[in-house]
């Protein structure tokens, strides 16, 4: 089996493993994996050992997983033999220390691999819970491998690390571990924890414009944590890291770097255009071409900040179905730029999901959402695919783990109802499937309805059908939404948000948004401004840390000069010096929710502060 994660056999036989070993840890199934750290098979053994490291991270001092480990630091792979010390370091942390200082031997003299691998792993998760560890570290700094004084060293501070990192660098961080990080990645977390955040610029300055290349590519890694964690991090670095785009070696990932970033993007945005018309190496055998890589990594960057020159070569990675997610968000960033001509990707979108199979399906829906009701000419295929997939069960997801997600029916319930009076050929399917309260999660199907029949009526008819759930009160903001957009809310309608909105400190912002946008245009001055205040007061309550979120700050957009009194915490917003993180998941998107966050801060501030 391959150690992919997305692979869903991966996953499930993972699931297996861990149940059955840690029911009984000196059971059969133990004896088992202890076999397969054996087995003649490197990507098997490699498998077994980070298997057996995960289940001993939750369980310290594991005899039998240890006594695997210690058999195989000496396996001819030097990524099993890394694997193989990252367990030891769990199993029995204190054999470990023994045996990378010295004070035992172990059953064959550890080679320079196997000993820096412990090291590493006992700076990872050794610290702390050893007595006396802080006097192995200081052990360290004197060992007479270069690249174990190099992992001791908390940043490039000296010319003697300096010297370890031109020797050793390019050791740190192999594949086996459990952790693969270089050694910039590793300076740049402990300038973030100590928050040493000039410091940390003016490394990153001297390390890339050092002469070797370990020293330029450190740059680039202490760059990126930098990047991700303060929000001046692109302006001071952008110009330290722009001569590197030219590198051999440190070129791909500063590239990587700087497309990661919003704000970085823009500043280098005629350099990573330049990427666009590049000339691609050929590829080596069995490896991608680098060229092309390079070239999908500025356009995806550009794509992000609306920059239409990435156009063609996006195009080309959503026919291909490359990049996954990172494609979705690319043609987010086109969409919202006004005047963009969509019909390409549409286009590409619509080749994609006439030629793949359920992974392709799901990227090219994620590409026609984002494109809204440019999508239209996708229409019959998204019919007769509505139609394959409400056949199936629309039951819980089998597999949420990574990997193929199959097409849900909520995705192209919302997908068709985006697209509007374009997707009419969908409505007798979606009539059926409302009959059959399918795809009523949130009023989906409803919505796709109201919206694709434009009719009013229908509005009416599933507002009248709302109930007291807190579930609906999603259902209750669209709709009301919707009819406040097309002919105006009711007196029953505003009776209702009055009702809901009562309770000011625990009323839905959707439903206090709806509310005060019908007074500004409905009502007098009072009755707006006694609507704004709750709204407000609301806004600011569910601030959590005193920092409005996104949506908020959109909010208070739309209000303008009514917002007047949340100009502190917008203040408060855009003078942070470190992001405010979102937990996407991926610390790449978390910076980038940040700028967003941070220009929808700066906008508002911009809006209040107009004439009414």
């Not at 036989?13 to 490197?42: I, N, W």
């Not at 783990?401 to 969908?426: D, E, K």
């Not at 992001?579 to 910076?591: A, I, S």
Request: charged residues 25%.
């Amino acid at each position: 089996m391959r150690e992919d994660p997305g692979n869903p056999a991966l996953w499930e036989a993972r699931s297996s493993v861990f149940k059955a070993v840690e029911c009984d840890r000196s059971g059969p199934e133990a004896a088992r994996l202890a076999c397969l750290t054996a087995d003649a098979r490197a990507g098997v053994r490699l498998l077994a050992l980070r298997l057996f490291t995960d289940l001993a991270s939750c369980t310290p001092d594991w005899p039998a997983a240890a006594g695997a480990s210690l058999a195989r630091l000496s396996d001819p792979e030097e990524t099993v033999r890394r694997a193989a010390a990252w367990l030891l370091a769990e199993a029995d942390r204190g054999r470990a220390v023994e045996l990378l200082t010295g004070l035992v031997d172990g059953p064959v003299p550890l080679d320079p691999v196997a000993r820096l691998a412990l090291a590493e792993a006992l700076l990872v998760r050794g610290a702390g819970r050893l007595e006396g560890f802080d006097g192995v570290v200081e052990r360290l700094r004197t060992d007479s491998d270069p690249a174990v004084r190099l992992r001791v060293a908390p940043a490039p501070d000296s010319p003697a690390v300096l010297a370890d990192l031109d020797a050793a660098g390019m050791r740190i961080g192999r594949a086996g571990g459990r952790l693969e990080w270089r050694i910039g990645t590793l300076w740049g977390l402990a300038a973030r924890r100590s928050d040493a955040e000039s410091a940390c610029y003016a490394r990153v300055a001297m390390l890339a414009a050092r002469p070797t290349p370990v020293a330029r590519q450190a740059a680039v890694d202490m760059a990126g944590v930098a990047l991700r964690h303060w929000r001046t991090a692109p302006a001071a670095l952008a110009p330290h890291l722009r001569p590197l785009l030219s590198d051999p070696e440190a070129g791909a990932g500063a590239l990587a770097v700087l497309g990661a970033s919003l704000e970085a993007t823009r500043l280098c945005r005629e350099e990573l255009a330049a990427e666009l018309t590049a000339s691609v190496a050929p590829a080596e055998p069995g490896r991608e071409s680098r060229g092309g890589s390079r070239r999908e990594t500025a356009a995806l960057a550009l794509s992000r900040i609306g920059d239409v020159r990435a156009l063609p070569e996006l195009c080309r990675m959503v026919r291909e179905g490359g990049r996954g997610r990172g494609v979705g968000e690319a043609v987010r960033g086109l969409a919202a730029v006004p005047g963009t001509d969509l019909a390409a990707l549409v286009a590409a979108a619509t080749e994609l999901l006439d030629r793949c199979g359920e992974e392709g399906n799901v990227r090219a829906l994620d590409v026609l959402a984002a494109c809204g009701a440019a999508s239209a000419p996708a229409v019959p295929q998204l019919v007769r695919l509505l139609g394959s997939v409400a056949r199936a069960d629309d039951g819980p997801d089998p597999r949420p783990r990574p990997g193929p997600r199959p097409v849900r029916l909520t995705q192209l319930v919302f997908l068709l109802g985006q697209i509007g009076p374009a997707a009419a050929p969908a409505l007798p399917l979606l009539e059926a499937l409302a009959a059959e309260g399918r795809g009523e999660r949130a009023g989906l199907t409803t919505m796709a309805l109201i919206r694709i029949s434009g009719e009013r009526r229908r509005a009416e008819e599933a507002f009248a059908r709302l109930g007291d759930s807190p579930r609906e009160v999603a259902t209750a903001a669209n709709l009301l939404e919707w009819l406040a957009g097309h002919g105006g809310l009711e007196p029953g309608h505003v009776a209702y948000l009055r009702e809901k909105t009562a309770d000011g400190p625990h009323a839905h912002p959707r439903l206090l948004a709806a509310l005060w946008r019908h007074a500004g245009e409905e009502a007098e001055g009072d009755e707006a401004d006694e609507a704004a205040g709750t709204l407000l007061d609301v806004l600011l309550s569910r601030s959590g840390s005193g920092e409005l979120n996104l949506h908020a700050c959109r909010i208070l957009a739309g209000m303008g000069p009514a917002a007047a009194r949340t100009v502190p915490a917008l203040t408060a917003v855009t003078e942070g010096r470190v992001r405010v993180p979102e937990y996407t998941g991926d610390e790449d998107e978390d910076m980038r929710e940040d700028e967003r966050l941070l220009g929808a801060a700066r906008e508002a501030l911009r809006r209040i502060g107009e004439t009414a």
